[in-house]
């Protein structure tokens, strides 16, 4: 098993960068690479135990994910992923917040860990990293002015 961390300073307060990402079906509304996404029993995104199902941008393939937690207090998400185009098996990360007082700001961590053959994993670590979170903690940053 692998793990990929990536980490940012977004100029946002927590509550109001937490309000963007609480929601487990609104990744569209803040990550390129995710072209739409629905709750597939039309149920509440932030029920434990619910699955989204995601179309990538660019018609790059399906992605059900499931919420496993989802902490207000903690400001912290942790999904798995159920069904993906990428060669990773027994994927699960978790999205968390903390407060930076100085500014108003908040830290971010995106962290993953997963199985990923030997061949595949420099290009996971990669894709995951860069291409999913940073990617998603650029867009956020764009969101909230820096």
């Known amino acids: 098993m692998i ?3 990536t ?3 977004i100029n946002a307060p927590i509550d109001t960068l937490w309000q963007a990402i609480r929601d487990f079906n609104a990744l569209p509304d803040w990550h390129p690479t995710i072209a739409s996404s629905k709750v597939e029993d039309g149920g ?5 135990g619910c699955i989204r199902s ?3 941008a660019g018609g790059g393939g399906t992605i059900r994910e499931k919420l496993l937690t989802l902490s207000d207090s903690e400001h912290s998400v942790t999904y798995s992923i159920l069904a993906s ?9 978790t999205l968390r917040l903390l407060p930076v007082t100085d500014g108003n700001r908040s830290f971010a961590e995106w962290t993953a860990e997963f199985d ?6 420099a290009a996971m670590r990669k894709l995951i990293g860069r291409d999913v979170f940073q990617t998603g903690f650029d867009s956020l940053k764009k969101r909230f002015g820096g």
């Open 3 to 5: 793990r990929v961390t």
């Open 7 to 9: 980490s940012s300073v």
């Open 44 to 48: 509440s995104p932030d029920r434990i």
């Open 54 to 56: 995601m179309e990538l």
């Open 85 to 93: 185009p990428m060669p990773v098996e027994n994927y699960v990360a």
């Open 116 to 121: 990923v053959s030997a061949e595949n994993e």
